[in-house]
């Protein structure tokens, strides 16, 4: 998944902040859009930790990393 497809997709929760959408790949990651926080809450299935993001660049960031390991 491309960076510029990430950020249309985080784009998109923002749009319908008012339901609730969450985005899951099984066994690694889930993300969805805070309302209360203005925040994506991605959390890594792993271990359950979860790290908000506040803007959909870092979110992105974040999210393409972690889709795309053999990038880095």
Known sequence: M????????LSTLIQYEDSTITHVIPGLIE???SKGTQSFQLTTLVDGHI????DINSASEALYI????EGL
């Open 66 to 69: 972690i889709l795309n390991p």
């Open 2 to 9: 491309s960076i510029t497809e990430i950020k249309k997709m």
């Open 31 to 33: 993300l969805v859009y």
């Open 51 to 54: 790290s908000p993001y506040y």
